[in-house]
């Protein structure tokens, strides 16, 4: 367990069971600020902020699977979240982000997953952000059971990128989506992303009881 500390490097876990609380991990030079790609399962990241210093040369605070980021606040890297399998993300902040020329920011980024929790979070990004969410079917294996609820959620070309567009991407790649009851903000963009909150939901991506937090069409659903 490390409970309590200030991490000023890169972080790569390699066992079970880890849990790392109530700690700063602010570390500009990572690629990678934690990385759990080994197969692992248990980790759990409570109470903990990563601040990647506004490192424009690495990809997000957190990749891999088989973790679990309970009030994370993340911030300060090109991406949040690269999600792989067995992930929860919940009751955490995920917010400015480091925009360059080139970036392609996502607050929670899949290239494939087969268990995917995403609840309860606040994930707004900046103009010139991609998404706050995007599950990039087209790089996937596998598309599955991706659980997004309950969040607040705002910015990016889309806000949601739901994984599936009829025509597009693969059928059988897709099973168990669902967007639901989510709220989107209008405080970056009038229409949640630049172009609009959701896109790629088609059917049978789930999307339901979703509404807008404020602005003119404040408590009303988002189609």
């Known amino acids: 367990m490390i409970d309590g500390k200030k991490i000023t490097s890169c972080l790569v876990i390699k066992a079970n069971n880890v849990t790392i609380r109530n700690s700063l991990i602010t570390s500009g030079g990572c690629y990678f600020n934690v990385l759990a790609d080994n197969g692992n399962t248990g980790i759990q990241l409570t109470d903990v902020e990563i601040d990647g210093q506004g490192n424009t040369g690495g990809d997000s605070a957190i990749n891999g699977g088989g973790f ?3 009030r994370c606040d993340l911030h300060g890297t ?8 067995n992930v929860v993300v919940q009751d955490s902040w995920i917010h400015d982000l480091t925009i360059g020329n080139d970036s392609h920011n996502d607050g929670i980024q899949s290239l494939g997953t087969t268990s995917l929790k995403v609840l309860h979070n606040r994930i707004v990004m900046a103009d010139g952000a991609t998404s706050a969410i ?3 079917t087209g790089s996937a294996s596998d598309m599955r059971n991706v659980q ?6 705002g910015g990016g070309a889309f806000t949601v990128y739901g994984g599936y567009e009829a025509g597009r991407d693969t059928l059988s790649k897709i099973s168990n989506i669902s967007v639901t009851n989510n709220r989107f903000t209008t405080s970056v963009f009038p229409r949640g992303g630049a172009f609009g909150p959701l896109t790629s939901v088609d059917s049978p991506v789930a999307v339901s009881g ?3 937090a404020d602005g003119t069409r404040s408590g009303q659903p988002v189609s």
């Not at 090109?78 to 399998?85: L, P, Y």
């Open 68 to 70: 679990t980021c309970l």
């Open 78 to 85: 090109v991406d949040g979240i690269k999600a792989q399998s």
């Open 134 to 136: 995007i599950l990039s």
């Open 148 to 153: 997004i609820s309950g969040n607040l959620l």
């Open 210 to 212: 979703n509404t807008w």
